[in-house]
T-cell receptor
Framework: ETGVTQTPRHLVMGMTNKKSLKCEQHLGHNAMYWYKQSAKKPLELMFVYSLEERVENNSVPSRFSPECPNSSHLFLHLHTLQPEDSALYLC?????????????FGSGTRLTVV | SQQGEEDPQALSIQEGENATMNCSYKTSINNLQWYRQNSGRGLVHLIL?????REKHSGRLRVTLDTSKKSSSLLITASRAADTASYFC???????????????FGQGTILTVHP
């Protein structure tokens, strides 16, 4: 285990469903990230939370809604998704005190939208 | 356009051989990192090299950085079948004044090591 836990590991949802992805880190890090990994594309940064405040939102459609209730937990709420949203969603955390030491990733949630 | 681009896209070698992967990037960086990903899993941080460093070692890994050419290479020596994975470079263009880094990843090199 890396210290970053993502649940569920796999998720199949219809386009009208509402679901949430959960990420929890036990490393005492102060920054958390959501990335999307689609086939044949580089990892895309979706959201960044630093000290529980959203500091980055990379033009992500509003059908993706992040939530960071505390420094250990990060959620990604999903609603009315499209088939092209099917991908591996990765959560990561890092300790950033003005100097990047590298990210710790979770194992990801494989999302399939049908 | 993406910041980091790896070359080659795929590499196939025999166990015991060395594997070299290259990464090029476009803008100034604070550091460059290499990650490994086994099929369908999360990424694992391998090594970080800062912009004022030229070479770094970690076990069988050797990373070089040439900021004048905006390029880096990852060398895996004496490869093993267990090294089969995708390898990504990521650049951190964090500019002072923020409290977090922001990594931009390349598309990766798929390494296959045959026993």
């Amino acid at each position: 285990e890396t210290g970053v836990t993502q649940t569920p590991r796999h998720l199949v949802m219809g386009m009208t469903n509402k679901k949430s992805l959960k990420c929890e880190q036990h490393l005492g890090h102060n920054a958390m990230y959501w990335y999307k990994q689609s086939a044949k594309k580089p990892l895309e940064l979706m959201f960044v939370y630093s000290l529980e405040e959203r500091v980055e939102n990379n033009s992500v459609p509003s059908r993706f809604s992040p939530e960071c209730p505390n420094s250990s937990h990060l959620f990604l709420h999903l609603h009315t998704l499209q088939p092209e949203d099917s991908a591996l969603y990765l959560c990561a955390s890092s300790q950033d005190d003005g100097y990047n030491y590298g990210y710790t990733f979770g194992s990801g949630t494989r999302l399939t939208v049908v | 356009s993406q910041q980091g681009e790896e070359d080659p896209q795929a590499l196939s070698i025999q166990e015991g051989e060395n594997a070299t992967m290259n990464c090029s990037y476009k803008t100034s960086i604070n550091n460059l990192q290499w990650y490994r990903q086994n099929s369908g899993r999360g990424l694992v941080h391998l090594i970080l090299i800062r912009s004022n460093e030229r070479e770094k070692h970690s076990g069988r890994l050797r990373v070089t950085l040439d900021t004048s050419k905006k390029s880096s290479s990852l060398l895996i020596t004496a490869s093993r079948a267990a090294d089969t994975a995708s390898y990504f470079c990521a650049t951190d263009a964090w500019a002072g004044g923020t409290s977090y880094g922001k990594l931009t990843f390349g598309q990766g090199t798929i390494l296959t090591v045959h026993p």
